[in-house]
């Protein structure tokens, strides 16, 4: 399927690494000008550096999505730069593995503020320039934990369930305007996010070897992977879809443990 988005504007947040990085070069392939946005500017310059050296167009705009002045300037910046945005992608965020006892408020609080405030704050602001744009897309970076879990990791759990039911919401208040809305559920992928957690591992080889296993194609998912899916869903090719959650997994979450 050939997928064309010359002219057009997407701000990837969490762009500097892993899951954003790769939407932001899936994107940039088909042609968009991406905004990588990222708390870290030295992850996100050098994200844009890459996308550069291979031709694509890309710049850097810095902002915590979990601040509200922050993502302020980001907004009024695009809307500056660009005048509209036809693509966004809420994807900055973090994970937690903690039991609910030695969650601090402060770390429930932060999880809540990147993972699902930010997707709040970055939207609402962006909005204005969404709908100038027309036929704009919104992707929003669920996961897995948000409908199938684990121990120790709730209040990530909690917080990626309430960005698929804020994704089925916002559908219905963006419809009509030509926004569709649409969240994408990963599994397991091969990110530096993954890579802390398998090195907190007592054997992060035999870690990986096993969360292969756990998947029925055998292996754990990529950042192109993802941003593969989230480039069609930015299309006009996935423009009957909108207000739903989709699982890219590998198979992960349709095993039933015996
Ligand atoms: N890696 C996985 O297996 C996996 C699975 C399911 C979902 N996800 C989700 O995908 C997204 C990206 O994860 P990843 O694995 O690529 O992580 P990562 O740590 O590799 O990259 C996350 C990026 O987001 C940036 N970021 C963090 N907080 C930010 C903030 N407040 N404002 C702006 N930028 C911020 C970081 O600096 C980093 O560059 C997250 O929402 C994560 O929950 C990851």
Redesign the pocket.
Known sequence: MHIDLTKKIALV??????????CALALAEAGTLVIV????PE??HD?VIELKKQNLSAEFIE?????DK?VQILASTVRSRYGKLDVLV??????LFKNLRETEPTEWDRIM???LR?LYLITRAMLPLLDTAGESSIIN?????AKLTISNIAA?AAA?GGVVALTRSLCQELGPKGIRVNSV????????????WLASEPDAAATLKKINGYHPIGR??T?AD?GHLVRFLASNKSSFITGTDITIDGGLTSRLMH
């Open positions: 947040t969490g762009g500097g690494s892993g899951i954003g990085k790769g946005n990222d708390i870290n992850a996100g994200a902002a915590d999505v979990a601040d922050s809420n994807n900055a965020g973090f994970n503020n990147v993972d930010g970076i669920a996961s897995v934990h990530y990626k559920s990963p599994g397991f992928v091969h990110t530096p996010l993954l890579e802390r754990i998912g950042v993802i």
